[in-house]
């Protein structure tokens, strides 16, 4: 299945060159210990599974083969298949499953393998999950969670490599959380299961294998982070950076090279796309008074533009230069490395970008 193919794939020669420099891309705080993002997403569900006997994984090699990126390791020895639930390739199915056990109160996390293949599973996710609250006038929760790696990873062509986060950013009924790093994974995890309403999860499968640091609160089994928060990876004065996943350690790789050529980037890690914490991003930008903001999905009717949207709303009076979206680009993902590279957000787009917005880029003619 997917999950071999992938192990497979990664030992492909080209293959790691795409692959983000964490230890280049990050601007943490000391932490006790360092922790991968796949050992925070695992002990995120270990310990709210131990806590709440209603929370169950659903999901296809989740059990027996302990995932197909290895986040449910361990879980069937400790659970039982009970709680830990293999499945068919058959998305639909089991994520209907998933929302009708929800109805009776039941806390389950639904795994898709990609969240290009939540599309078979959509209807249950938007008609099923994300209207019943209101539909019901309130009677009804859906305490149900969608996980699993979203957006480009390498080499897996157009139909592994899309980013959902505008889909279903735009859908109310849903929370969409974006983990980082490690202790966004523990604590934005945890909070999408505690929460009593639909969560889509969207992980990424190349951060799945990075280590950062942890706090010694992050690991507390009671660690929880707030819904619809974003945070000030690194704090600046000239311009504002939004990203979301793997594009914040491309963000803060860009602020390094910035900080060389005198340009003080804020970065802010969204971590909730909805709700999107617009105040943190307004405030940020009424410092700045410049904006760029950056994704790997598609630019049209995206989370940049939506960000864009409401700065221009809310904040156009203290704008000193015109936003800047920097995404993918508007066609289907290519296999091709080469293409693949060209058609998603580089560190130094991102670059390029800043300088444009504070006027520091260089005329064409003087390259030539």
Known sequence: MLGV?????????GVGRLRPVAS??????????EMTVRDALNSALDEEMAADPNVFVM????GEYQGAYKITKGLLDKYGPERVVDTPITEAGFAGIGVGSAYHGLKPVIEFMTFNFSMQAIDHIINSAAKSNYMSAGQINVPIVFR???GPAAGVGAQHSQ???AWYGSVPGLKVL?????????????AAIRDPDPVVFLENELLYGESFPVSAEALDSSFCLPIGKAKIEREGKDITITAFSKMVGYALKAAEILEKDGISAEIINLRSIRPLDRATINASVR???RLVTVEEGFPQHGIGAEICASVVEDSFGYLDAPVERIAGADVPTPYAANLERMAFPQIEDIVRAAKRVCYRSVPLAATA
Not at 5 to 13: E, L, M, P, T, Y
Not at 59 to 62: H, K, L, Q
Not at 178 to 190: C, F, I, N, Q, T
């Open 24 to 33: 280049a891309m990050r601007h943490y705080s000391s932490g006790t210990k």
């Open 178 to 190: 974006v983990p980082y790093s490690s202790e966004d994974a523990r604590g934005l995890l945890k």
């Open 163 to 165: 980013c959902y986060g």
């Open 59 to 62: 999901g296809e090699e989740v």
């Open 5 to 13: 193919i992938r192990q497979k794939f990664a030992g492909a020669k």
């Open 287 to 289: 410092k700045t008074n």
């Open 148 to 150: 699993g790696p979203n």
